[in-house]
């Protein structure tokens, strides 16, 4: 068993900033990459950033100079930092890992809320 535990959404204004927090435990062996994905309301998933081990990173479109992805590999943790925020960025924010034994496991953690209102 994996567990994703996100932590850091809120309420915030628009211009702000929040700092997302993802810690994986559990059965962990080999992390091939870590991630945040979001989906707004009656909005398909959508990619926000992914880091892999080798630390290559992939944001999704316009999102890369507004919010900044990284890791501390020792504790299994990937943080999202977000600035400049906008009413748009508001949707719930989903901690994504995946694992490589052979085949590729994709975990989810259970999202955290991000609202951008004034």
């Known amino acids: 068993q994996v567990q994703l535990v996100e932590s850091g959404g809120g309420l915030v204004k628009p211009g702000g900033s929040l700092r997302l927090s993802c810690a994986a435990s559990g059965s962990i062996f080999s992390i091939y990459a870590m991630g945040w994905y979001r989906q707004a309301p009656g909005k398909q998933r959508e990619l926000v950033a992914t880091?892999?081990?080798?630390?290559?990173?992939n944001y999704g479109d316009s999102l890369e100079g507004r919010f900044t992805i990284s890791r501390d590999s020792a504790k299994n943790t990937v943080y999202l930092q977000m600035n400049a925020l906008k009413p748009e960025d508001t949707a719930v924010y989903y901690c994504?890992?995946?694992?490589?034994?052979?085949?590729?496991?994709?975990?989810w953690g259970q999202g955290t809320q991000v609202t951008v209102s004034s």
């Open positions: 880091i892999t081990r080798g630390g290559i990173i």
């Open positions: 994504n890992m995946d694992q490589r034994l052979g085949a590729s496991l994709i975990y």
